[in-house]
């Protein structure tokens, strides 16, 4: 299994991880190629393995530390499973990029989070043996009720990061501003940010909130070759040319900054912000939306092949019994409007429905209960893994 181990601020980096070293099927050796010698311990480890497995750390965030080691993953003699972090169009972490890398990698299977079909899109002529959906899934021994309802000391709890302008769609911003400025009667604390936890933090949060509320994952637009966003960075590059040095999102100095301690990197990031060395990132995430989505997305229908998503924050609220407000939505059609979460119209014309159904304990329960059921009978990082190992295992056997 191979994965880059540079952060602990995203938990289903950690939740995969553990999946398969805790599966019964597999014997697991990690091979961490964010540490140094990477290629040699890969060579290694790739003696004798009946199949590697990439995890989504490998590729999410970045290519950079999946680069080096794409000569020694296509000398393989084994199978090659690689998921996919990220599938959207992101300075830093184009998709661009990732399909460059599997085109070296050559990989036997590439499992999307997407519906297959749109993962079919972006990498199907890259998989050797074809795409599987796999999308995220629940971790119940680190997401469970701790706290009941009656004790939690918020009604709607976030904690997500900004979605940039470049994605074309911004469903998930406009949720979370809604519910952080709306009047609500009676009175709701409402606690929208942000700032991220690593997974106990995040678990304990949620343990504190009686609902969240949030959109499917990703954007409506997604391209191959990432042409829209390279556009918008280019034109945002020249809007602020003469205004002091701009460090580029997929500058080499990412991975010095994944080196530091994580307050070190909040503080640096802040410093980066203002001043005549600017992060790219910062520039971007001030880029007002209707201006970007006016000269780059106006007049686009809604393709055929779109990067929407079920997340893993939403397993992970469930994991928690904490109730759901979601945007309407396929969710990779795992959950079931108004089964599994309260289903939120495009325009919150149902506001007033909504927020009737949040109020009452009795239906609020009734829903975190049917979704934590489900999604345990189905839909737990184990069921993943042995999904994984029956790709594998019934290739290999064929």
């Not at 991880?17 to 140094?36: H, N, T, Y």
């Not at 965030?61 to 393989?76: N, Q």
């Not at 050797?128 to 469970?144: I, M, T, Y």
């Amino acid at each position: 299994m191979v994965s880059a181990d540079y952060t602990d601020r995203l938990s289903y980096y950690d939740d995969w991880k553990a999946a398969f070293l805790d599966s019964p099927q597999f014997e697991v050796e990690v091979c961490d190629i964010a540490r140094g010698d990477a290629a040699r311990r890969l060579r290694l480890a790739l003696k004798g393995a009946d199949a590697a497995i990439l995890l989504h750390s490998t590729n999410g965030d970045t290519t950079r530390y999946l680069e080096p080691v794409a000569s020694v993953l296509a000398e393989r003699k084994c199978r090659l499973l690689t998921f996919v972090g990220n599938e959207v169009n992101l300075p830093g972490s184009p998709i661009s990029a990732k399909r460059a890398v599997f085109a070296t990698i050559r990989p036997d299977y590439i499992a999307t989070q997407l519906l297959r079909e749109s993962g079919e899109y972006l990498f199907g002529d890259l998989a050797e043996r074809g795409v599987v959906a796999l999308p995220h899934a629940l971790n119940p021994e680190a997401f469970h009720p701790q706290v009941p309802h009656r004790e939690r000391g918020r009604d709607i709890g976030v904690r997500a990061v900004k979605y940039l302008a470049h994605l074309g769609d911004d469903d998930r911003n406009r949720v979370h501003e809604f519910f952080a400025r709306h009047e609500f009667a009676p009175d709701l604390k409402v606690d929208i940010s942000t700032e991220r936890f690593n997974r106990d933090g995040w678990a304990a949060f949620l343990n504190d909130c009686r609902g969240t509320v949030s959109t499917e994952a990703g954007s409506w637009f997604i391209e191959r070759d990432d042409a829209t966003m390279q556009a918008i960075r280019a034109w945002t590059a020249q809007r602020n040319a003469g205004r002091g040095i701009m460090i580029a999102n997929d500058s080499p100095l990412r991975l010095f900054g994944h080196k530091l301690p994580f307050g070190w990197r909040r503080w640096l990031r802040k410093l980066l912000s203002r001043g005549p060395i600017r992060h790219e990132s910062a520039v971007t995430e001030a880029l007002a939306f209707d201006e970007i989505h006016e000269r780059f997305f106006a007049g686009r229908p809604i393709p055929e092949h779109h990067g929407k998503c079920i997340s893993s924050r939403h397993f992970d609220a469930i994991g928690t019994a904490t109730c759901q407000i979601l945007l309407e939505g396929r969710y990779n059609d795992i959950l079931s409007p108004d089964v599994h979460y309260i289903r939120l119209a495009s325009d919150f014309s149902n506001i007033s429905e909504v927020m009737e159904a949040f109020r009452d304990e009795r239906r609020r329960l009734e829903v975190t209960e049917a979704a934590r059921a489900h999604v345990m009978d189905g839909h737990t990082y184990a069921h993943r893994a042995q999904a994984v190992y029956d790709i594998l295992a019934g290739d290999m056997a064929a």
